[in-house]
């Protein structure tokens, strides 16, 4: 069978199952299969496929047809120009974060600093931060001991060994040391919409990554009250919050003796991250 007539039939399957981008989705998944990049692909569409790729695809398409995101399908999330390995163990990478690290890396541009990355996840965060800044250093922690398994494989992936170590452990147990830059982005969402998320979200992601509580400040809260011991005198901190939550993140903030320095939104025009200095 010709690469077009599979994509077609993979596309109309995806596409009775309500799964959005379906086209695409199809696209990516006969490209995992083959082997191939979409481009290739796509400008060869006469390419014959095998039956035994054929099987392969159509495993691929049944678990996207089951609202798998395609991330864990693939085992890879393309973040801020790099590839990181993830599994269901560790959040996908969000379009939103890249912004948090855009702006960091614009404040920190060729400065040696220490960094805390709190809830660390697949390492995305952290290891994006030290690609750029080669003179600084930094730590990683999670209370999941698979996500950190994750984490090390991207170090290892991103060749950052000598100045990124990585922790399992709840960063309340983190005292040793105070760091330049606090950055986390935590569990924000209350527990009662949880079950409004859509399906690829709340039944294949890491609830324990999402479920910030009753009112989904819980961790945030945490991190405000630890960051106060472990960051320097003019430290940062840099947190990703959710949609409304500007207004009380900011009197939590102020009330623990932060200033306000920067403020991003996303692409819906939200605040969704808050960069606040410790005084």
Not at 56 to 82: C, D, H, M, T
Not at 142 to 157: C, E, G
């Amino acid at each position: 069978m010709r690469a077009l007539e599979v994509i077609k039939i993979g596309s109309n399957l995806l596409k009775e199952k309500k799964i959005p981008n379906h086209i695409l989705d199809s696209e990516i998944l006969l490209s995992k299969t083959l082997s191939k990049s979409r481009e290739e692909i796509l400008v060869n569409l006469d390419q014959e496929v095998d039956v035994e790729d054929i099987s392969v695809y159509q495993k691929y398409l049944l678990r996207r047809s089951q609202n798998e995101p395609i991330a864990y399908i693939l085992g890879e999330k393309e973040f801020w120009s790099k590839k990181f390995t993830i599994t269901k163990d560790t959040l996908i990478p969000r379009p939103e974060t890249e912004l948090l690290v855009d702006k960091l890396l614009k404040i920190y541009w060729g400065k040696n600093i220490s960094i805390l990355d709190i809830g660390t996840g697949s390492g995305c965060i952290i290891i994006s931060l030290l690609s750029v800044l080669d003179k600084s250093y930094g730590i990683g922690v999670d209370i999941s001991k698979k996500a950190i398994f994750i984490a090390k494989k991207n170090r290892k992936k991103h060749g950052l060994f000598s100045r990124l170590i990585f922790l399992h452990k709840s960063f309340e147990n983190i005292l040793e040391k105070k760091f330049d830059l606090f950055v986390s982005n935590p569990p924000y969402i209350e527990k009662k919409d949880i079950k409004n998320l859509s399906k690829d979200i709340k039944k294949y992601e890491p609830i324990m990554a999402l479920d910030g509580g009753n009112d989904g400040l819980d961790l945030i809260k945490k991190v405000i009250y630890k960051s106060k011991y472990i960051l320097k005198i003019n430290g940062m901190l840099a947190l990703e919050i959710g949609n409304e939550q500007y207004k009380k993140v900011s009197k939590i903030l102020i009330d623990n003796k932060f200033r306000i320095k920067h403020v991003i939104k996303d692409y819906k025009n939200n605040i969704r991250c808050i960069i606040a200095i410790f005084k």
